[in-house]
């Protein structure tokens, strides 16, 4: 099945800074490619996603890179924020009748400090 | 538009015990997927409901079942409760197409 292992566990940066979390992933079939953020006691919330024909997906401070060739994909957040601060989470899903069946990495703590 | 709902939030239960877990999509959402959180094992894929069929399944043993109701709620159970099933139980809706995953507050179970 599928794999998804995503580096580093925790980051920290100072506020203003960039931050980069990557992911790879095992299964070729694989074709959609969500980033979910989840701050402490609260639930997973879908902050930005690929699918496999596309390169790169830009939304204000926060973009996403594929690398469909070396099963890869990346999360850049850019002039980050305190309320950037939580766990995110890549995930990898083959799409047509499996796009509910997400096989996530194993979460990235952010920290932000001000 | 209401978002996922889940019942109970927070459940105790003792070993051997079953627990039956709720969910309520978002209205028009007719695919129901659970997951299990845990500190160790992260977010683990359960099954997947769509239709009132199970359309997907994690590899998680035999204890945990799950099923959908003609209304598209959810419902999952664990039967003889182990003290590793202590977790965070979530559940997301989506339209059953290719499209985000509206995630519940979820279930916390501790099981003693």
């Known amino acids: 099945g599928e794999n998804v292992e995503q580096h580093p566990s925790t980051l920290s940066v100072q506020e203003g800074d960039s931050a980069v979390i990557k992911c790879t992933y095992s299964?070729?079939?694989?074709?959609?490619f969500p980033w979910y953020k989840q701050e402490l006691g609260k639930r997973p919330q879908l902050i930005i996603d690929?699918?496999?024909?596309?390169g790169e997906k830009k939304d204000q401070r926060i973009a996403v890179t594929l690398n469909k060739t070396a099963k890869h994909f990346s999360l850049h957040i850019t002039e980050t924020q305190p309320e950037d601060s939580a766990v995110y989470f890549c995930?990898?899903?083959?799409?047509?009748?499996?796009?509910?069946?997400?096989?996530f990495g194993q979460g990235t703590i952010l920290t932000v400090h001000p | 538009k209401a978002g996922v709902t889940q019942t109970p939030r927070y459940l105790i239960k003792t070993r051997g015990q079953q627990v039956t877990l709720s969910c309520s999509p978002i209205s028009g959402h007719r695919s129901v997927s659970w997951y299990q959180q845990t500190p160790g094992q992260g977010l683990q894929f359960l099954f997947e409901?769509?239709?009132?069929?199970?359309?997907n399944k994690g590899n998680f043993p035999g204890r945990f079942s799950g099923r959908q109701f003609s209304n598209s709620r959810s419902e999952m159970n664990v039967s003889t409760l182990e003290l590793g099933d202590s977790a965070l139980y979530l559940c997301?809706?989506?339209?059953?197409?290719?499209?985000?995953?509206?995630f519940g507050e979820g279930s916390r179970l501790t099981v003693l």
């Open positions: 409901y769509f239709s009132e069929t199970q359309r």
């Open positions: 299964d070729s079939a694989s074709n959609y």
């Open positions: 690929i699918r496999s024909n596309v």
């Open positions: 997301a809706s989506t339209t059953g197409g290719a499209g985000e995953l509206f």
């Open positions: 995930a990898a899903s083959t799409g047509g009748t499996s796009y509910g069946k997400l096989t």
